[in-house]
């Protein structure tokens, strides 16, 4: 097995890509940012349907998984963001990930308890076992309906001490000891390798805990311009409504998007609410009194150039 170097590398006998213990700046894709693939709720068993003008899409899953959430999606940040860190420095990674599921709780913000690595695994069951039917970036040209799910397949080895066998897991506890795989389907992968269709992602994005806090914030990466002036795009609140997918009643989804326009939670955007006639706007806008996203390559020249001076110190 190839060995893994600062940035990540290939295994040819695997045809594995291993992230690397550096954290990457992140990356998403923007398709995801703009429709409603992902449940804001957890533990959500109702299929999400939605369709506006040249787009549809449905997603649905199994009743005792439930659908993927948007905090089981950090994953695919995570891996998203290391695949394109790779492809950065001129490797060429495969679809399969591995990873050391300590670091990717790390750089996901989480903890790293007995806890934390069963909701990861429960994350990547749900993204495995939710499928997705759209028409959007059909790269088939036969025209062919081709449903997918999240991660073509994962692999999670698992403790079978006397302790680990629990009435919750028969087959044993997920083990932290050893490497998780995942396998992102086509439709991702390709959108990070040939089409290039990411966008950074605010590192603070991590932290945001409420489900519709994380997709206003991903709307407002995708469609607010980040080149013109004024920055800030406008919604009608029904229109958001729709766009989130959410189960939630109008009048309840409106509530809880003017108190974040009160509180103003998100990392690089902003929420104003106007009146226009008989319609309620949503105006998300680029604050530039808030703290901006690092310039690409940053975060990794200042790793560079920390790990130059210790090697430095060390011959010296």
């Not at 005792?64 to 963001?81: H, M, R």
């Not at 206003?216 to 409504?241: C, G, N, W």
Request: with cysteine.
């Amino acid at each position: 097995m190839a060995g893994r170097d600062s940035m990540g590398a290939m295994s040819a006998q695997l045809d594995m890509f291993m992230v690397s213990t550096v954290d990457p700046p992140l990356r998403d894709n923007r398709d995801t940012m703009e429709y409603p693939f992902l449940s804001l709720q957890k533990k959500r068993i109702k299929p999400i349907k939605f369709a506006a003008k040249d787009v549809s899409l449905q997603v649905h899953a199994p009743g005792e998984f439930g659908l993927a959430t948007i905090w089981d999606w950090d994953l695919i940040i995570f891996a998203a963001s290391h695949l394109n860190d790779a492809i950065e420095a001129g490797l060429e990674p495969s679809p399969r990930v591995q990873f050391v599921p300590h670091d990717a709780l790390k750089q996901m913000g989480r903890g790293t308890g007995g806890k934390d690595y069963r909701e990861l695994a429960q994350s990547m069951r749900r993204l495995r076992m939710t499928t997705i039917i759209t028409n959007i970036r059909e790269d088939d040209e036969s025209g062919e309906e081709r449903p997918f799910s999240w991660l073509s397949d994962y692999r999670i080895p698992k403790r079978y001490s006397h302790t680990a066998l629990t009435p919750d897991s028969h087959d044993g506890e997920p083990d932290p000891a050893r490497p998780w795989e995942i396998e992102l389907p086509p439709w991702l992968f390709n959108s990070i390798m040939r089409r290039r269709e990411i966008l950074a992602v605010h590192p603070d994005y991590f932290q945001l805990s409420g489900g519709l806090e994380r997709w206003l914030y991903r709307l407002a990466r995708k469609a607010v311009p980040d080149k013109e002036f004024p920055a800030s795009i406008k919604f009608r609140m029904q229109t958001l409504h729709e766009r989130s997918g959410t189960t939630r009643p109008l009048r309840n989804f409106a509530i809880d998007i003017r108190k974040m326009a009160e509180a103003q939670p998100l990392p690089e955007y902003g929420v104003r609410i106007v009146r226009d006639g008989k319609h309620e706007l949503v105006i998300l806008y680029r604050d530039r009194a808030k703290p901006c996203r690092l310039p690409r390559g940053i975060k990794r020249l200042a790793i560079e150039r920390r790990v130059g001076k210790s090697k430095g110190a060390e011959a010296a």
